[in-house]
């Protein structure tokens, strides 16, 4: 989807294969990155070349004695629920969503199940969920490629409570209060990077989660950008380097 996901599971994958000695299953459609042994031996998997379907290949993978398990998209109920599966046995599972925040991501891995079976499954994802790496890409401001932007959501006891309550609206605010323990919010990584300016005040209302925060910033003939997208004006608040002046000069 562009997010640049694939790039950030194969480095996850690398940094264990350098470091440990496990074995790790990855299920692909299709494989973008090859893996050679290194610590690690790494069997790669592509669907429908080498397996039939990611079910297939995740329960071969239970019965292989895997210990890391990638599963490169999770986009129906059967594989979810192997994957679940497969983390409640202690396997380390890595799996993507087509979701750009945290709590889209719990979200979506239960509302594909029909709502007899969603309490099961908020316990399950409560007692397993290690962590959410949500993944955006952002032009950089002087046109030389794309710069990944993450929102990073760290289980703890909290997050375990909110998903097993099925609250994922609070998910947010122990984001944003958990700074200290490595947590990101989406919109203070695009606000950083804005900061520095390394992005344009453009691409970061563009990617904004709250519109409000950035509209502020763009340059005067974009304003009515802001407007469409329903945001309301705000205090008016100063970057470094004075970068929207910049920009409106140029």
């Given amino acids: ?4 996901k694939s790039t950030t599971l194969a480095a996850l994958i690398d940094y264990i294969n350098i470091n440990f000695a496990r074995h790790i299953v990855t299920i692909e459609e299709p494989i973008e990155f090859v893996h050679n042994n290194k610590q690690s031996i790494i069997t790669q998997r592509e669907v429908p070349a080498n397996t039939r379907s990611f079910p297939e290949a995740v329960r ?19 594989t979810i629920s192997l994957a679940l599966t497969a983390a409640e046995t202690g396997l380390l599972v890595f799996g993507t969503l087509h979701t750009n925040n945290a709590r889209k991501s719990v979200d979506r891995m239960v509302d594909v199940f029909p709502a007899p079976r969603q309490p099961q499954v908020r316990t399950m ?6 962590g959410v790496l949500a993944q955006l890409l952002l032009k950089k401001a002087d046109g030389l490629g794309r710069l990944a932007v993450n929102e990073i959501l760290i289980a703890n006891a909290a997050v375990a409570a909110i998903i097993r309550e099925g609250a994922t609206q609070k998910l947010q605010d122990v984001i944003v209060s958990g700074r200290a323990q490595g947590m990101q919010f989406m919109d203070d990584a695009i606000w950083n990077v804005l900061q520095q300016r390394i992005v344009s005040p453009h691409e970061a209302f563009m990617k904004a989660i709250d519109k409000n925060r950035f509209k502020q910033y763009l340059p005067t003939e974009e304003v009515a950008l802001g407007n469409a997208a329903g945001s309301a004006p705000d205090d008016e608040q100063k970057l470094p380097g004075n970068f929207v002046k910049q920009q409106r000069r140029a």
């Fill in 60 to 78: 071969a993978a239970l019965r292989e004695d895997a210990d890391v398990v990638l599963v490169g998209e999770m986009r129906d109920l059967e």
């Fill in 1 to 4: 989807t562009g997010s640049g």
């Fill in 125 to 130: 994802l409560a007692n397993s969920l290690r």
